[in-house]
């Protein structure tokens, strides 16, 4: 491998090229870009998540805060964690706290990793929400569910 700065080359041996990607790969940040993500399994992110749920949006406002630029109001349908599972949640969603990227909600059913800050539960785009569409092979693997209270 050539690594050339300024005019001047270096030529590096096969393992030390070897060497350096193994080390670079591995320092990795959790937040690969502003809009992808490095996520842990689906059952990884339940455990850290306040709530995970399966419900649709019955209401979407602006809020006031500059990092969950949007309040979402969901109906409920099913639950995979929660010790309160009221029929209607509402959560504050956004990007990746610089707002950058779009809102993980979709018209329409969500599965939603909702996580407490603040008081209040928020949702990302690097929380693992999505459209039910996309999350229906997730959502086998979350095991057993639970119906609103």
């Not at 349908?77 to 956004?94: D, M």
């Amino acid at each position: 491998m050539w690594c050339g700065r300024g005019g001047a080359t270096l030529k590096l041996p096969y393992a030390t090229t070897v060497v350096l990607g193994v080390l670079l790969s591995s320092a990795t940040p959790k937040i690969a870009s502003a809009c992808s993500c490095i996520h842990g399994t689906a059952k990884e992110e339940r455990k850290l998540a306040e709530t995970v749920f399966l419900g649709e949006i019955i209401d979407m406002q602006d809020s006031d805060d500059e990092a969950y630029p949007r309040r979402v109001t969901l109906r409920v349908e099913r639950y995979w964690k929660g010790k309160k599972r009221p029929r209607e949640i509402q959560v504050l969603a956004g990007a990746w706290a610089t707002g950058t990227c779009a809102t993980p909600l979709a018209l329409g059913r969500n599965l939603v990793y909702a996580y407490r800050r603040d008081g209040v539960l928020v949702t990302w785009t690097c929380s693992r929400t999505k459209s039910e569409e996309l999350a229906a092979e997730e959502m086998k693997g979350l095991g057993r569910w639970q119906e609103p209270q």
